[in-house]
């Protein structure tokens, strides 16, 4: 099994940045499709940034713009930039991780059988 963990999250105003960071003590990132999701309590979870094993990422349209999903495959990281944050960013961040290619639809929860533990992030007005 995959274990990822999540760091990065915390407490900033309207504007605000933050980077999330997720790491695994073994397995190889370049083998595996990953992302980020996120879930404000008492609503469903839902894909935020996508990037493939070749680099190619995917945005939902409300961070589109504002948000930034790369990785390090040498350091077995995947960072979630976010920038220009509003208080509807506000929820717990998850990491993600699929083995080989993303699937489709590539935002639905079901395609990632690895799930971190999550990272809480709060952006107040």
């Known amino acids: 099994e995959v274990q990822l963990v999540e760091s990065g999250g915390g407490s900033v105003q309207a504007g605000g940045s933050l980077r999330l960071t997720c790491t695994t003590p073994r397995y190889t990132f370049s083998e595996y499709c990953m992302g980020w999701f996120r879930q404000v309590t008492g609503k469903e979870r839902e894909g935020v940034a996508i990037?493939?094993?070749?680099?190619?990422?995917s945005y939902t349209d409300s961070v589109k713009g504002r948000v930034t999903i790369s990785k390090d495959n040498a350091k077995n990281a995947l960072y979630l930039q976010m920038n220009s944050l509003i208080p509807e960013d506000t929820a717990m961040y998850y990491c993600?991780?699929?083995?080989?290619?993303?699937?489709?639809?590539?935002?639905?929860?079901?395609?990632?059988?690895?799930w971190g533990q999550g990272t809480q992030v709060t952006v107040s007005s």
């Open positions: 990037i493939g094993r070749e680099g190619r990422t």
């Open positions: 993600v991780a699929r083995g080989g290619a993303c699937g489709r639809p590539i935002f639905s929860r079901s395609q990632y059988e690895f």
